[in-house]
């Protein structure tokens, strides 16, 4: 004898409800992301067209979600915009966007792909510190490893973080780096704003490149992990033997590095 069905719990939806409940979320889905790919604001006619539907389709779903508090719409242009609950949703998973986890796999490709050292740094109170390294089957013996502090203008994390990060104590450790600099470390610099010139050349390839300036026989290749506002969280970065290793902007190994740094930085927030 089958068991009285409890009144608190729902039935099943038939396959063809849930379908149908799967096509609403998308659509619903679809004119979040829609807002979102039109600059957080638009009128109903922008959002139908956007995504493909019927303006009286998409008004009946604006209406829902109006009412659960993700969109909003502006009483004199009658436009419709993103609501508070979808910014505290945005803010909830800016929050958890964390470079070091985030880059894990990029890390692994990078080693697997290109057989070189690749690692995350971050800036610290003393300059840039490594805090997770990634060696391939047959590693570069470097003196360096998590923990290890690099310096800014002769590293090419160093460089990257200099370029992308306006920073008063850092422009001060980079201005101390040039006073107590050797004099075959002076000639590797520009005689005229020698940090000026290594800012606006790494902008410029978006990326930062050295052939042994930091570490005799080693060349590296490094971008910054941008967040949501554009600041650097983090510097991934490439490394190998001089002999064996292109750093140029235009290599291989620097196109890499970059589009696995942007699509970290997407994964944060960063809108280019």
Request: proline share 7%; aromatic share 4%; hydrophobic share 45%.
């Amino acid at each position: 004898m089958p068991s009285p069905r409890d009144p608190n719990i729902s039935p099943e939806p038939s396959g063809r409800g849930r379908r149908q409940r799967v096509q609403a979320a998308e659509t619903g889905t679809a004119i979040l992301k829609a807002l979102g790919e039109l600059g957080g604001r638009a009128s109903l006619t922008l959002i139908a067209t956007h995504i493909g539907e019927s303006p009286a389709k998409v008004h009946r779903y604006l209406a829902s979600l109006i009412a659960g508090g993700l969109v909003d719409q502006d009483a004199v242009t009658q436009q419709y915009f993103l609501g508070l609950e979808t910014l505290l949703l945005g803010l909830a998973a800016m929050r958890q966007a964390d470079p070091i986890r985030l880059a894990e796999a990029s890390l692994i490709r990078l080693r697997e792909e290109l057989e070189v050292t690749c690692f995350i740094a971050v800036m610290g109170n003393k300059g840039p510190t490594i805090v997770r390294f990634e060696e391939p089957a047959l590693p570069v013996t470097v003196n360096v490893r998590v923990g290890s502090v690099l310096p800014l203008l002769w590293s090419a994390t160093g460089r990257a973080l200099l370029a992308a990060l306006d920073d008063k104590q850092m422009l001060a450790m980079a201005e101390h780096e040039v006073v107590n600099a050797t004099p075959t470390q002076r000639a590797m610099l520009e005689s005229k704003d020698p940090i000026g010139h290594i800012r606006d050349s790494v902008r410029s390839a978006g990326c930062a490149s050295v052939r042994d300036t930091n570490l005799p026989g080693i060349s590296a290749v490094a971008a910054p992990l941008l967040d949501y506002t554009g600041r650097p969280r983090a510097v991934l970065t490439a490394l190998g033997a001089s002999g064996g290793f292109d750093p140029s902007p235009t290599g291989a190994i620097a196109q890499a590095v970059r589009r696995e740094a942007r699509a970290i930085s997407q994964q944060m927030g960063y809108v280019e």
